[in-house]
């Protein structure tokens, strides 16, 4: 049973440049979050998706977008990237209606320089 | 809002001895607190979650957790570090309404000297 995967694993880009992430949740969830990771930091919630709609937003710009897709998979799109969304993004799974684990995938390292 | 204190951000402790990590978090109504542990370059992995019950909560790879309701505590234990425990820690907390979002502390390094 695969777990939370996600790709690419490392991204460059530079700044004002658009970027896609992308999640597939664990066998059986339905609900997929997206996390910021900031070097030395706490993850921070962005967004939380569950029947391919945008349930809960954290304190991020509409510049940080996202999708999810019948078969429960999820996208996080960022536009006008800034040398400050440099960090680790990480993308859980869970299931909504159950006081459950939210399980997290590897991450995917994004540069901007 | 939901938060999390982790008041330490380093902590040391010889191969052997008892390993505790400290957690403080501030929620509305009543709390479920995780732990996650991470690797250098990888994601998340949970140790063990407080939903109810309890208060001594146990978890994988010999940790446990005791939920404290007057000190709003979280504390994270184990009865003799390993040097392979040396790694970050996250304590998260997220209210029992529904909102499914969890906030999550600073992290505390854990090195265990062998």
């Known amino acids: 049973d695969a777990g939370v995967t996600q790709s690419p694993t490392h991204l460059i880009k530079t700044r004002g440049q658009q970027v896609t992430l992308r999640c597939s949740p664990k066998?059986?969830?339905?609900?997929v979050s997206w996390y910021q990771q900031a070097l030395g930091q706490g993850p921070q919630f962005i967004f939380q998706y569950y029947e391919e709609e945008e349930r809960q937003r954290g304190n991020f710009p509409d510049r940080f977008s996202g999708h999810q897709f019948p078969n429960y998979s999820s996208e996080l799109n960022v536009n006008a990237l800034l040398l400050g969304d440099s960090a680790l993004y990480l993308c859980?799974?869970?299931?909504?209606?159950?006081?459950?684990?939210?399980?997290f995938g590897a991450g995917t390292r994004l540069s901007v320089l | 809002a939901q938060s999390v204190a982790q008041p330490e951000d380093q902590v040391n402790v010889a191969e052997g001895n008892p390993l505790t990590v400290k957690c403080t978090y501030s929620v509305s109504g009543n709390p479920y607190l995780f732990w996650y542990v991470q690797y250098p370059n990888r994601g998340l992995q949970f140790l063990l979650k407080?939903?109810?019950?309890?208060?001594l909560v146990k978890g994988s790879y010999g940790f446990e957790a005791e939920f404290n309701k007057s000190q709003t505590s979280f504390h994270l234990k184990k009865p003799s570090a390993l040097v392979s425990d040396s790694a970050l820690y996250f304590c998260a907390v997220r209210d029992s309404y529904g909102n499914n979002r969890l906030a999550f502390g600073k992290g505390n390094q854990v090195v265990v000297i062998p």
């Open positions: 407080y939903i109810t019950g309890d208060n």
């Open positions: 859980a799974s869970s299931l909504l209606l159950a006081k459950n684990i939210q399980y």
């Open positions: 066998s059986g969830h339905d609900t």
